[in-house]
């Protein structure tokens, strides 16, 4: 038997009925692209093509790639990967010398599949040289506004959810939301150097009535809150900038100058959708290799497994100057502008969906 969906459950996608269909979705997406290249284009960015195979796919604990191997004219392996994101390969071309880039990338993330996740998608990420992740704040308003003209559509909706593009962006740092939509001081189990403290922590969900269990960790309880009481929030009305994220919580961010427990790390929400992560970027390659130790120590613990650290990325690091930089999830972005309600149908060709 196939491990793949057969007709026989569902029509396939590049059926003449469904392909019709799906086909205005993808019309806007194509020129949604190409609004956002001549976006870019106006201001002064160079398109750069980053290679999809790399020696590590990232260094988060959460983040699951696929594997595969070189083989060497005498047939020797060495291990490579998809790469989930074009970051470390973008950082070495500014450490190069370029100061303003942009890439739409295929990138590849294993473990998720559903109407906002798909295991192949495409990745816009942009960096500037010099200036801060503020800036990078504007982009992702003016990208809204953009994607909403190019496309026609007067406002954003998804599952019930409704975001005017054309509305500023309300901007709210976790802390604040913590305490607005969950009644939580997250920042009480934040030390100074940006340590957590899990049971500080576990005591401000006990005391709002939240449920604790004793194997969570520090990381596990932020998640929990965030995923369950903040999130559902975001992005109704207006788009929200939710910034200034626990260092812990963002491991390829520099601190802030002004709270050291918090990173330089935003994320743009529209209809309750996380659309864009961006970061003012470390330069630190020592900081950074201690925050890729302790997350693949992590995923040890957690999965079983590890990724290898790039070095040639750690040594770029030491030599790139400070950027911004930020990576919005492309499909996503179209799927709202044009009202699809899953990220395959603004994909022209889907990738297999393998069978449960």
């Known amino acids: 038997m196939s491990l793949f969906r057969s007709e026989a459950r569902s029509a396939p996608w590049w059926t003449p009925e469904n392909h019709a269909d799906r086909r205005p979705f993808l019309m806007g997406r194509n020129g949604l692209q190409t609004a956002l ?10 398109e750069v093509d980053t290679a999809t195979l790399q020696v590590s796919p990232g260094n988060e604990t959460h983040l699951h790639a696929f594997a595969t191997q070189a083989l060497t004219i005498d047939g020797r392996a060495a291990p490579l990967y998809l790469h989930t994101s074009p970051e470390f390969a973008a950082k070495k071309l500014l450490a190069a010398g370029e100061k303003r880039i942009f890439t739409f990338a295929h990138v590849y993330r294993n473990r998720e599949r559903g109407p906002l996740h798909h295991p192949e998608f495409t990745m816009l990420e942009w960096y500037r040289v010099g200036e801060n992740y503020e800036q990078l704040m504007a982009d992702c308003a003016d990208m809204l506004k953009l994607a909403a003209e190019t496309t026609g559509t007067k406002q954003f909706s998804f599952r019930g959810m409704k975001t005017d593009p054309f509305a500023e962006p309300e901007i709210v740092t976790l802390a604040d939301a913590f305490l607005r939509y969950a009644g939580i001081d997250l920042l009480s ?27 969570d960790t520090w990381a596990d309880l932020f998640s929990k809150v965030l995923v369950d009481k903040i999130e559902p929030h975001l992005g109704q009305g207006r788009a929200t900038i939710l910034c200034e994220y626990p260092i812990s919580e963002a491991a390829l961010a520099r601190p802030s100058a002004r709270d050291p427990r918090v990173a330089e790390r935003f994320e743009l929400y529209a209809c309750g959708v996380e659309l864009a992560n961006a970061f003012g970027e470390l330069t630190d390659a020592a900081e950074q290799r201690r925050r890729f130790e302790h997350d693949m120590a992590e995923k040890a613990r957690i999965y079983g497994e590890t990724y290898p650290i790039d070095e040639d990325f750690l040594s770029a690091l030491s030599i790139m100057p400070q950027a911004s930089g930020a990576a919005l999830g492309f499909d996503r972005l179209a799927m709202l502008a044009t009202g699809a309600t899953s990220i395959d149908q603004v994909m022209w060709a889907p990738v297999a969906e393998v069978l449960p």
Do not use: M, P, Y
């Open 37 to 46: 290249r001549g976006f870019f284009g106006k201001a002064d960015f160079i």
């Open 189 to 215: 189990s934040v030390q100074t150097d940006g340590a957590t403290d899990r049971d500080a922590l576990a005591a401000e969900l006990t005391r709002t009535g939240h449920r604790v269990s004793d194997d």
